[in-house]
């Protein structure tokens, strides 16, 4: 029978997700506006024109980094 929920950990903080979760899915999800934010997955940089194709495992490190502009 196919996972229906993992677990990741978003900034830090353990989350349950649906299973099967791309990136961007997951960004719609959190209401995390995409034009400003770099995806970090599992220590690894995730291009923003990835982020509809990869894959989001169980017990994934994701870092949310919000650019924030400012002077």
Same mark, same amino acid.
């Given at each position: ?25 997951? +960004? ?12 970090? +997955? ?12 990869? +894959? ?16």
């Amino acid at each position: 029978m196919p996972q229906e929920s993992i677990r990741v950990y978003i900034n830090g903080e353990p989350h349950h997700l649906p299973a099967r979760q791309t990136v961007a899915n997951l +960004l719609a999800a959190l209401n995390v506006p995409a034009e400003r934010v770099a995806i970090e +997955l599992d220590k690894t940089l995730i291009r923003k024109r990835e982020w509809e194709s990869t +894959l989001v495992g169980d017990g994934a490190q994701v870092e949310i980094v919000e650019f924030v502009g400012g002077g």
